[in-house]
C-alpha cells in the first residue's frame, strides 16, 4: 500500500498573535491539496504531544519516507518547536478507488517556549475534533508527572460541546515512545498495552504525590476517558542503542534501527491503516469528503478564533448549508453565465452557438446540466436531505435560464428565417430572376431550416409555402391565358380551313362549267361530223387529246383525294392534341387538388400532433397519386412521341405527293401545248371552212383562258396551303416546345409535391414532439403550482436566488 509523494510538507493551519489572542487561519494551499480528492472520504489520523518527543520522525516512519529514503519532515534537536500550526505530509492511498483517503497531519509540539497554554489547548481541541485516529506521542511510562504535563494541553471540555458529539468523535492512539517497563498487572500477570492504558486513566492518585499536581493529573484522565470512546495504546522500544545514534535517527538507515522498534512502528502502521479504513471521518454518523473536510475545518476555525464554544454538529450545519448556497450561486454563476453568452451570440467552448434545432440545442443543455450535477455530486457538502434541497433549488433555476435560452433560439431563428425567406420571396416575385439566383436562395432557404428549432420552421415553411402557392396561382392563370391565346389561333385556322373549302367548292363549279362545256363541244362535234369527214383524222387526234386531258383531271382528282384525307389526318391530329390539352389540363386540375391537400395536411400538422396518423396516410395517398400522374405523364409522353411520329410521316408522304403533283402537272401543260398547236392547224385549216367552226373555236379558246385562269387559281391556292403546312408545322412545333415546358413543369410540381410531403412528415413530426414538450411542461407546471400552493413552498428561512 504506497504512500503518496510530496516534494515539501504543506501547511495546513497557520497560527499568529493578534493583540492579546491567537488567530488560526486555514492555508490556501493545503486546502487545495485535500479538495483537489473531490468527494472522495477522508480519515485523517493526527499526531500530537509534548514538544521534542519525536512525533515529526514517527510519523515519516509511518509515511515509509525513512523506508524508501524520501526527504523527511523537520527534525531536530533544539528545545524549540520545529513544526508550527499544523502540517499535512502526504497520505496512504489504497489501491482501491472507494477506500478513502488516509492523511498524516502532524501538529506542533506542546510546551514549547513560543506557546502558551491556551494556544497548546485550542490546536489539541482542533485536532481532536478534525481527527479519525488522534495519536498522542509521549516518552516513557504513564506517570502521574506525565498526566499533569497534559493537563493544560487537554482540557476539552471548556472548548468543546458535549452533547450530540459523539458520534464525531475520533479514536485514541497513544504511543508510548521508548518504553523499556514489562506489562503486568498487580497480581504479576502480563497484559497488553492498551489494558495498562486502561489502568492508568482509572488508577487512583498516587499517594504523597503534590495535592494540586494530583487533581490537575485526575481531570486529565477524566477528560480523556469522557472525550475518547475507543482508546488504545501502543509501545516503541528505543530505535537506537547508542546515545550519538539517538541524536542522529535521521541520518541512520532504517535497516539499522533496532529490530523490536521496526516491528513496533510496522505494527503501528497496520493497526492506523486498518483503523482509518473502517472509521473514516464523520459527523453525526455519515462520513463526510475532502472538500467537506475543509469547509468544517474553516468552520471550525472560525468559532475558535470567535472564542465560541466548538460544536462539530452545529458546525457542520453551518458547513453544509454555507457551502452548499455557494456551490449552487457558484454553478449558477457558471452555467448562467454560458447560457447568456450563448444567448448573445457566442459559441460555447464545444463550438455550440445559437440557433439550432430543438434536438441539438436540448443535447447541449443536457450536457450542460449533466455537467453541473457531476459538479454538484463531487463538490456539494451535507447531508443528504440538505444536499438535495439545495440541488432542486439549482434545479429550478437552470430551468428559468434554459427556458430563456429557448426563447431566445425561437427569436434567433425566426429572424434569420424571416431574412432568408424574404430573400426567397424577392426571386420568387421577380419574373427575371436567375435560376442561378433562385437555386442559391432556395439552398440559403434550406441550410438555415436543417438547423433551426421546431416552431420558427413551421412557421417559416408555412409563409414559403403561401407565397409559392401564390406563385403558382399566378403562373396556372398565365399558362390558362396563353391556353386561350392558342385556343384563338386553332379557330383562326379552322375559319381559314374553311374558306379553302370554299374556294375548293368554287373550283369544283369551274370544273362542272368545264365538263359542261365539254358536252357541248361533244354535241358540236357530232353536228359537225357530217361536213368535217375531211377532218376525222384530226378530231380523232383531238379525242385523244382530250382522253390525256381527262387522264390529267383524273390525277388531279387523285390528288385532291389525297389533299382531303391529309386534311382529314390533319384535323384527327388537331383533335389529338384538344385532347391532350384537355389532359394536361386535367393533370393540372390534379395536381392543384393534390396541392390543395398537401396543404390541408401541412395545416393539419401545425393544428395539432394528434394528427400525425391523418397526415401519414394524407402524404401516402400523395405519393400514390404522384406515382398516377408520374404514369400519365410517362404515358403523354408517349403518345405525344407517337403522334410526332405519325406528323413526320405525313409529311413525308405529303412531300411525296406533293413532288408527283408537280410532275403531273408539267407534263399535262407540255400536251396541253401540242394540242394547242394542233388546234392552230386545225383552225388554220378549217379558216376557210365553216362559220361555226370559228365560233366553236372561239367557245374552245375561252374555255382554254377560263381553264387557264383556274389553273392559275388552283397554283395560288396550293401555294396557300404550302404556306398554311408550313405554319401549321411552326405551330406545331411551338405546341409541341410548350408541351415540353408543361412536361417540365409538371415534373418539377411532382418533385415539389414530393419534396413538400417529406416536409409536411417532418412537421408533423416536430409538432407531435413539441405536444409532447408541452405535455412535460405542463405536468411541469402542475408539480411547480403544487409545491408552490400553501404547505408546499420554498424552505423557509433560505431566499431563492434569482436569475440575474
Not at 28 to 57: F, N
Not at 215 to 227: C, K
Not at 290 to 303: E, S
Not at 694 to 716: P, V, W
Request: aromatic share 4%; charged share 30%.
Amino acid at each position: 500500500m504506497p504512500s503518496s509523494v510530496v516534494v515539501e510538507p504543506v501547511q495546513l493551519l497557520r497560527v499568529c498573535r493578534h493583540e492579546k489572542h491567537w488567530q488560526y487561519e486555514v492555508c490556501p494551499e493545503g486546502a487545495r491539496l485535500l479538495e483537489s480528492h473531490g468527494s472522495r472520504r477522508i480519515a485523517v489520523t493526527t499526531i500530537c504531544g509534548l514538544y521534542r518527543t519525536g512525533k515529526s520522525y514517527i510519523l515519516n516512519l509511518l509515511l515509509e519516507r525513512l523506508q524508501r529514503k524520501l526527504p523527511l519532515f523537520q527534525v531536530g534537536g533544539t528545545t524549540r518547536a520545529c513544526t508550527e500550526g499544523l502540517w499535512l505530509w502526504g497520505s496512504v492511498d489504497s489501491e482501491s478507488p472507494a477506500a478513502p483517503l488516509m492523511a498524516f497531519v502532524d501538529c506542533e509540539g506542546f510546551g514549547s517556549t513560543d506557546s502558551d497554554r491556551t494556544r497548546d489547548a485550542q490546536l489539541m481541541t482542533l485536532c481532536a475534533l478534525l481527527s479519525s485516529v488522534l495519536v498522542l506521542n509521549t516518552k516513557g511510562a504513564l506517570s502521574e508527572g506525565l498526566f499533569s504535563a497534559l493537563a493544560l494541553c487537554c482540557r476539552f471540555a471548556e472548548h468543546v460541546e458535549e452533547r450530540g458529539n459523539e458520534a464525531s468523535r475520533p479514536s485514541l492512539m497513544w504511543v508510548l515512545r521508548d518504553f523499556q517497563l514489562e506489562l503486568l498487572d498487580p497480581h504479576g500477570r502480563p497484559i497488553s498495552p492498551s489494558e495498562y492504558l486502561e489502568q492508568a486513566l482509572r488508577a487512583a492518585p498516587a499517594a504523597g504525590y503534590n495535592a494540586e499536581r494530583g487533581e490537575a493529573a485526575q481531570e486529565v484522565r477524566q477528560s480523556l476517558l469522557r472525550f475518547f470512546n475507543q482508546r488504545s495504546c501502543v509501545t516503541l522500544v528505543r530505535p537506537a542503542i547508542e546515545e550519538e545514534d539517538l541524536q542522529q535517527l535521521e541520518r541512520l538507515p532504517y535497516a539499522s534501527l533496532r529490530s523490536e522498534f521496526r516491528a513496533g512502528v510496522e505494527a503501528l502502521r497496520s493497526q492506523l491503516v486498518s483503523q482509518c479504513h473502517h472509521s473514516p471521518k464523520a459527523v453525526g454518523g455519515q462520513p463526510i469528503s475532502c472538500i467537506a473536510f475543509v469547509a468544517l475545518m474553516r468552520q471550525l476555525v472560525t468559532a475558535m478564533n470567535e472564542d465560541s464554544v466548538l460544536s462539530i454538529r452545529g458546525a457542520w450545519d453551518s458547513v453544509q448549508h454555507s457551502a452548499c448556497v455557494n456551490l449552487t450561486e457558484e454553478l449558477r454563476t457558471n452555467f448562467c453565465g454560458g447560457l447568456r453568452a450563448m444567448a448573445e451570440g457566442k459559441p460555447l467552448p464545444n463550438g455550440a452557438q445559437l440557433p439550432m434545432p430543438d434536438e441539438s440545442l436540448e443535447q447541449v443543455l443536457k450536457e450542460q446540466r449533466n455537467r453541473v450535477k457531476v459538479i454538484w455530486q463531487q463538490q456539494a457538502v451535507g447531508d443528504e436531505e440538505v444536499r438535495l434541497e439545495y440541488w432542486k433549488e439549482l434545479e429550478e433555476q437552470l430551468h428559468l435560464d434554459e427556458n430563456a435560452v429557448r426563447e431566445r433560439n425561437v427569436r434567433l431563428a425566426d429572424k434569420q428565417l424571416s431574412d432568408a425567406g424574404q430573400r426567397w420571396l424577392q426571386w420568387l416575385e421577380d419574373d427575371a430572376g436567375s435560376r442561378t439566383a433562385g437555386e442559391r436562395a432556395c439552398q440559403e432557404l434550406l441550410g438555415l431550416m436543417q438547423r433551426m428549432p421546431s416552431a420558427p420552421l413551421c412557421r417559416a415553411a408555412a409563409t414559403a409555402l403561401e407565397a409559392s402557392a401564390r406563385r403558382v396561382a399566378r403562373a396556372r392563370g398565365e399558362a390558362l391565358a396563353e391556353r386561350g391565346h392558342a385556343r384563338k389561333q386553332a379557330e383562326n385556322c379552322m375559319s381559314q380551313a374553311q374558306r379553302r373549302e370554299q374556294e375548293e367548292g368554287r373550283r369544283k363549279d369551274l370544273e362542272g362549267k368545264v365538263q359542261d362545256l365539254e358536252v357541248q363541244l361533244e354535241r358540236a362535234r357530232q353536228a359537225l361530223a357530217a361536213e368535217q369527214s375531211a377532218h376525222q383524222a384530226q378530231d380523232v387526234e383531238l379525242q385523244n387529246a382530250k382522253a390525256h386531258s381527262h387522264a390529267a383531271q383524273a390525277d388531279l382528282e387523285a390528288l385532291r383525294a389525297v389533299e382531303h384525307e391529309l386534311r382529314a389526318q390533319l384535323r384527327n391530329f388537331a383533335e389529338r392534341e384538344s385532347h391532350l390539352e384537355s389532359e394536361n389540363q386535367r393533370l393540372a386540375a390534379e395536381a392543384a387538388a393534390a396541392e390543395t391537400e398537401r396543404l390541408s395536411s401541412e395545416r393539419s400538422a401545425r393544428i395539432a400532433g394528434l394528427e400525425a396518423k391523418t397526415s401519414t396516410e394524407q402524404r401516402q395517398r400523395l405519393e400514390s397519386q404522384l406515382q398516377e400522374h408520374t404514369a400519365k405523364l410517362a404515358q403523354f409522353q408517349g403518345t405525344l412521341d407517337r403522334e410526332k411520329a405519325e406528323h413526320q410521316a405525313l409529311q413525308s408522304r405529303h412531300e411525296q405527293l406533293q413532288r408527283q403533283h408537280d410532275e403531273g402537272d408539267s407534263t399535262s401543260k407540255r400536251q396541253r401545248e401540242a394540242e394547242r398547236q394542233e388546234l392552230r392547224d386545225a383552225k388554220q385549216n378549217l379558216a376557210l371552212s365553216q362559220e361555226q367552226v370559228k365560233t366553236l373555236q372561239a367557245d374552245i379558246q375561252g374555255m382554254r383562258a377560263q381553264l387557264q385562269a383556274t389553273e392559275g387559281h388552283l397554283a395560288s391556292s396550293r401555294t396557300r396551303e404550302q404556306d398554311e403546312v408550313s405554319r401549321l408545322h411552326r405551330a406545331h412545333a411551338e405546341r409541341e416546345a410548350q408541351l415540353r415546358e408543361q412536361l417540365e413543369w409538371a415534373k418539377s410540381a411532382a418533385t415539389k409535391a414530393e419534396s413538400k410531403a417529406i416536409a409536411s412528415d417532418k412537421a408533423a413530426r416536430k409538432a407531435r414532439w413539441e405536444a409532447d414538450t408541452l405535455l412535460e411542461e405542463k405536468r411541469w407546471l402542475e408539480a411547480e403550482l403544487k409545491r408552490l400552493s400553501p404547505g408546499g413552498g420554498q424552505r423557509p428561512g433560505v431566499e431563492r436566488p434569482s436569475l440575474m
